[in-house]
């Protein structure tokens, strides 16, 4: 793989921390920018990163520099792709009648009970082939793509049954081995009790640890169990169950938490999730608890936008309680359609108070934290993963600031640039 060099960078948000551990509190807004940067990468590695001029002045470089593809970025922003650390995208159809409902005055949890939401996504996903479904999920992979997205948590959980969550994960792995980002699979069987169990979740519950789970992780198709853990959908106690299980097959674990209702943390987080992901219900006492774990609080503004919501979850005091803060789409087909990061940082900005700075390291260090992946994403810095997103525009301000259009001008991925610049467009 040949060298690739990014020169005439306006603004270069490094992300860059000596500190190990995610960002907390004031840290959330040190992004560590370099003016007039450049960023010299080779093997899908960084491998330097300082100013265009000492670049230009490297002996190396000045010897090779017709070998090395070279990126002249204009004086756009550059940072590190984004890290969306919760998305759902294996679905076949978008839900427009329960979008119409909810429209009519009908609430997420109304249609669910009626039959709507999570369980009508069921049938399409099980009638579905595999490769229609790898289709789907390739064509999401490549738009987050050109949102400057360049590593994803992708669940199942739409299946719901052995054989169509095994299909829908290896939907996921199939897209991901033609995609040049990074995917980490999650789990989801434990989604919402599917019809046929009705009534009775002891025994789905038994079915998602007994017999799916064992037959994911020998086929080594996820690396995290998630659990809807609500009203309607899986208590605690099944939530704790579900996690031991995953334990003793060593895949991690993660859950929905507090979206439609509140649920203590304590006995949760001491099965160490990655992350607990909506928390729009959180008992305030419990936040010390969740400030000195590693667990991470993915928010997800999305889904309260698109359901209409006029509460957010505090951000603020999540953040200044010193938890670890993460921002994620939540793309999927019920309450959060949007496969954009920088629609996600938006809201936060306008409905969480969450400042632009805030919100870029919630989309990107904290993603990687959220997925344990801090180690090769999330920043720019030799030795990371080649993950950049280089955004039209001479401020990073500008990425939440102009919501509702893409102004991610090129990504590049493990090394790989996906589309091109064309010249003179900063602005
Ligand atoms: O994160 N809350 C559970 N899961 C999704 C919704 C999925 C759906 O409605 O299809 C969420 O909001
Ligand atoms: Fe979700």
């Not at 920018?33 to 491998?47: E, P, R, Y």
């Not at 002045?57 to 922003?77: A, H």
């Not at 996820?222 to 895949?251: K, Y």
């Amino acid at each position: 793989m040949s060298a690739l060099l990014l020169i005439n960078i306006g603004q270069l948000l490094t992300l860059r921390s000596a500190a190990d551990g995610p960002r907390r509190g004031a840290s959330l807004s040190e992004l560590g920018i370099i003016q007039d940067a450049a960023v010299l990468c080779m093997g899908g590695k960084i491998v330097s990163v300082g100013t265009t001029k000492d670049a230009l002045r490297d002996p190396w470089l000045k010897k090779n520099r017709k070998t090395v593809i070279e990126i002249d970025c204009g004086g756009r922003v550059v940072l590190p792709g984004f890290v969306d650390s919760h998305t759902h995208p294996a679905f076949t159809h978008p839900r427009l009648v329960d979008f119409e409902r909810r429209i009519s005055g009908a609430s997420y949890e109304e249609i669910a009970a009626a039959g709507g939401g999570i369980r009508s996504s069921i049938d399409g996903v099980r009638k579905a082939s595999k490769t229609a479904l790898t289709q789907k999920v390739s064509a999401v992979l490549a738009d987050m793509a050109r949102h400057g997205t360049t590593t994803v948590e992708a669940k199942s959980g739409y299946g719901l049954n052995l054989e169509s969550e095994l299909k829908s994960l290896e939907a996921i792995r199939a897209a991901a081995r033609e995609w040049p980002g990074s995917v980490v699979p999650t789990f989801l069987g434990a989604h919402v009790v599917p019809p046929e169990y009705r009534g009775c979740s002891g025994e789905y519950v038994d079915l998602v640890c007994n017999v799916m789970m064992p037959a994911v992780a020998r086929r080594k198709l996820a690396q995290f169990v998630d659990v809807f853990c609500d009203r309607g959908a899986f208590s605690a106690d099944e939530t704790a169950q579900i996690f031991a299980a995953a334990e003793e097959r060593g895949l991690g674990v993660r859950a929905h938490l507090g979206q439609l209702s509140e649920t203590r943390l304590g006995p949760l987080l001491q099965c160490r999730p990655a992350s607990l992901d909506h928390m729009d219900h959180v008992n305030n006492e419990d936040l010390p608890a969740l400030a000195q774990s590693d667990t991470v609080a993915t928010l997800v503004p999305g889904a309260n936008y698109f359901l209409g919501l006029s509460k957010y979850p505090n951000a603020r005091r999540f953040i200044e309680s010193g938890a670890a803060v993460a921002l994620a789409t939540d793309y999927n087909p019920g309450s959060s359609p949007t496969l954009s990061m920088p629609m996600a940082m938006s809201l936060a900005c306008t409905h969480m108070k969450v400042s632009p700075a805030e919100a870029i390291a919630a989309a990107t260090i904290n993603g990687a934290w959220a997925l344990r992946l801090a180690d090769r994403k999330g920043s720019v810095e030799a030795g990371k993963d080649a993950d950049l997103a280089v955004f039209d525009g001479s401020d990073y301000r500008e990425i939440p600031y102009w919501f509702g259009a893409n102004r991610c001008a090129l990504t590049i991925m493990n090394g790989v640039p996906n589309g091109q610049l064309s010249a003179g467009e900063k602005t």
